[in-house]
């Protein structure tokens, strides 16, 4: 079947950083824009990252500007979400995505979920 998998995910002190990924399974990604989202506890899940399929218009929330990175590898099916100077605010469940359509992507229409991998931020 087809999958999704994060992994990456931890506690981690404020200004530290991790690295997600997302490990697809079931069949190949490499003609889907992919994004990472999050949601933390009682909040709606938010928009992160997104990028085309062949790793270039990467587009970020403004929140995270600056300080996450995502990438894709298409030869070995992966997606990453490089986090650094990590704030409490960062703290949520991060989801990996994939969709055709890179605008459905974007506002939370995507086709395939992950799971989630929590991230915890401490103070």
């Known amino acids: 079947q087809v999958q999704l998998v994060e992994s990456g995910g931890g506690l981690v002190q404020a200004g530290g950083s991790l690295r997600l990924s997302c490990a697809p399974s079931?069949?190949?990604?490499?003609?889907?824009?992919m994004g990472w989202f999050r949601q933390a506890p009682g909040k709606e899940r938010d928009f992160v990252a997104a990028?085309?399929?062949?790793?270039?218009?990467?587009d970020y929330a403004d929140s995270v500007k600056g300080r996450f990175t995502i990438a894709r590898d298409n030869a070995k099916n992966l997606l990453y979400l490089q986090m650094n100077s990590l704030k409490p605010e960062d703290t949520a469940v991060y989801y990996c995505?994939?969709?055709?359509?890179?605008?459905?992507?974007?506002?939370?229409?995507?086709?395939?979920w992950g799971q989630g991998t929590q991230v915890t931020v401490s103070s």
């Open positions: 995505a994939a969709e055709k359509n890179v605008r459905q992507l974007r506002i939370g229409l995507s086709n395939y």
């Open positions: 990028i085309m399929w062949n790793g270039g218009g990467a």
């Open positions: 079931g069949r190949t990604f490499s003609t889907y824009a």
